[in-house]
């Protein structure tokens, strides 16, 4: 590459992962059942039935995946707090233990040099919770206040930088609409209450987490992909707004103070999913979700070309690109780097957030270690290239972004795939839990060092 690409001084790289992906010991000390613990121990959900019952083990080795951290130069690392571990049973009485595994693994992250990331909720809701009608109650936005509370006051003094929820899109369409995801509910209307809690209980957290930790940095993640129309036709340009609607604005409209979009609310009604209107907002709902935010995350992993096959469209412009499998990730999502600095672009310019980080972006590759203990995984390391370029382009036209984590650490549980998709930069032998730096990670840690390449 001819010319340098030198990120901002000070420029947040890190990784990211999740607990239930990575944590295991599902049932250690005192930790109550998620939904993913339910949903994973009911055949047939997953592939292969495998569950994220031991995962990477990092609830054990948690010191020596710190140590690899460090070895590898990271400034910030992004993780999640497993909420039926602080709180078994939803609410209530608060299980010490858990607050203390993440206390520590905090303190230890502090010492090597590595800012925290904290995700609130990256989708293991107590089953407790669950039961009482998970996101599709109210009161469970009010339970996750109270949660929010309670980690920020342990966390609060040491950890500055909160994000509330992860991709609420997912959770909600995903976890209630197709079941795809626990609690595997298949339901329209729930799945838009469910929409609406997240939502809410977002606007109800950030206010209490400032009170606790004053001078933190809070967000929330959405995932946005690159959405475009196969042709200029109204079909194909329909398909992809509704689906950027679905995706992306029914979530970022609302915390942007614009309300629901009205194109969506009449979308959502012709597919039956609004029998009785918005009739789960109640007055102050909206201003709630508005509050006012340090940043946004966005999760950004590739580009959906969107085509209707009515007869009688358009000619076709825009074509995914050939199945090879650097184009494609094994994931089959498309890579399509563009698309980065286009959603950073349009996030920024239009709805003005004062920071952007990109808390997620990755490539699942399965390649693994060659006979001398290398594991060289170029397609991945290409994907993340083109991507921090991209990335680099957005901050050249004005966009401030701040970091950028990639997806992941580690492989790991990898939802309805199980372990057959591989996100890591560190390479996990799932037999005896060694971890072994891929080829990838060697070659970020030399960008984490010159802050470019
Ligand atoms: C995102 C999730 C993350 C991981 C990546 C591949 O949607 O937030 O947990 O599964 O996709």
Do not use: C
Request: no cysteine.
């Amino acid at each position: 590459m001819a010319n340098k690409i030198i990120f901002p001084e000070g420029f947040m790289w890190g990784t990211a992962t999740a607990s239930y992906q990575i944590e295991g010991a599902w049932d250690k000390h005192g930790k109550g059942e998620s939904i993913w613990d339910r949903f994973t121990h009911t055949q047939g959900n997953i592939k292969n039935n495998d569950t994220g019952d031991v995962a990477d083990d990092h609830y054990r080795l948690w010191k020596k995946d710190i140590a690899l951290m460090k070895r590898l130069g990271l400034k910030s690392y992004r993780f999640s707090i497993s909420w039926p571990r602080i709180l078994p049973a939803g609410r209530g009485k608060v299980n010490q233990k858990g607050l203390d595994f993440y206390s520590k693994l905090v303190d230890k992250l502090l010492e090597a040099g590595i800012t925290p990331f904290v995700t609130l909720y990256h989708w293991d809701l107590p089953q407790a919770l669950e039961d009482e009608g998970g996101w599709a109650v109210r009161s469970t936005a009010e339970a996750f206040a109270d949660y929010a509370n309670v980690v920020s006051r342990a966390l609060g003094d040491r950890v500055k930088n909160w994000i509330t929820h992860n991709e609420p899109a997912v959770v909600a369409w995903l976890g209630y609409e197709t079941g795809v995801h626990a609690p595997g509910i298949k339901d329209h209307l729930k799945a838009m209450r469910a929409a609406h809690h997240l939502l809410l209980s977002h606007g109800m957290a950030v206010p209490v987490i400032r009170r606790n930790s004053p001078d933190a940095e809070v967000g929330i993640t959405l995932n946005i992909g690159w959405k475009v129309p196969a042709s200029i036709s109204k079909m194909d340009r329909d398909i992809a707004q509704q689906d950027d609607g679905k995706w992306f604005r029914w979530f970022a409209d609302p915390l942007y103070a614009r309300g629901y979009p009205s194109d969506m609310v009449e979308y959502f009604t012709t597919q039956d999913a609004l029998p009785n209107g918005l009739d789960f907002v109640e007055a102050s709902d909206m201003d709630t979700i508005a509050v006012s935010t340090d940043f946004i995350g966005l999760n950004y992993y590739g580009r959906n070309v969107h085509r209707s096959n009515a007869p009688d469209n358009e000619p076709q412009l825009v074509f995914p690109k050939p199945k090879t499998l650097e184009n494609w990730t094994e994931m089959d999502w498309e890579n399509y780097p563009e698309g980065l600095t286009g959603v950073l672009g349009r996030v920024y310019f239009n709805y003005n957030p004062f920071k952007i980080y990109v808390t997620e972006n990755g490539a699942s590759y399965s390649t693994g270690p060659d006979g001398n203990g290398n594991v060289p995984d170029e397609h991945r390391t290409n994907y993340l290239r083109t991507h921090f370029a991209a990335a680099h382009r957005a901050i050249q036209a004005g966009v401030p972004l701040a970091g950028y984590f990639v997806w992941s650490l580690l492989d790991n549980f990898e939802w309805s795939f199980g372990y057959s998709q591989r996100f890591g930069i560190v390479w996990v032998d799932y037999e005896t839990q060694k971890r072994t730096l891929k080829d990838s990670a060697k070659w970020y840690k030399k960008v984490i060092k010159k802050n470019g390449f």
